[in-house]
């Protein structure tokens, strides 16, 4: 296992989660993500990718919402768990994110490259 490996794991076991909308994808679009994390994605076409950036929206995402939920990446869980990024439709875990452990999730973004999913 490697060291991002490591961290990645460490940070995404203190993201609050909390059931979100079935079928709602309103925080789904464009993002960007270690390559750490780009590695455990499916391979997406480049004319699947071009067709997702054009619409906005995320090439993972599927008729049923997020085709990688489990591996999605750090940036995606966030949404909702942090006044920063708030679920559209006021969706929240019971206890948001520690701004210790969100202030940690930014550092490793800011740290490693990131490329666009």
Known sequence: MTPNSQT????????????????????????TTSPEEMSRLPRKTAAE??????????????????????????ICRLFGTTPALPCP?????????APQIEQQIHHYMASTRQVLV
């Open 8 to 31: 990645i794991r460490f940070l995404r076991q203190r993201i609050p989660s909390f059931e979100c909308i079935v079928g709602c994808h309103d925080c789904c679009g464009p993002v």
């Open 49 to 74: 990718q071009e067709t997702a950036l054009a619409e906005l929206s995320c090439p993972h995402l599927a008729e049923k919402g997020c085709s990688v939920y489990l591996e999605r990446p750090l």
């Open 89 to 97: 439709h006021g969706r929240r875990p019971e206890l948001m994110i």
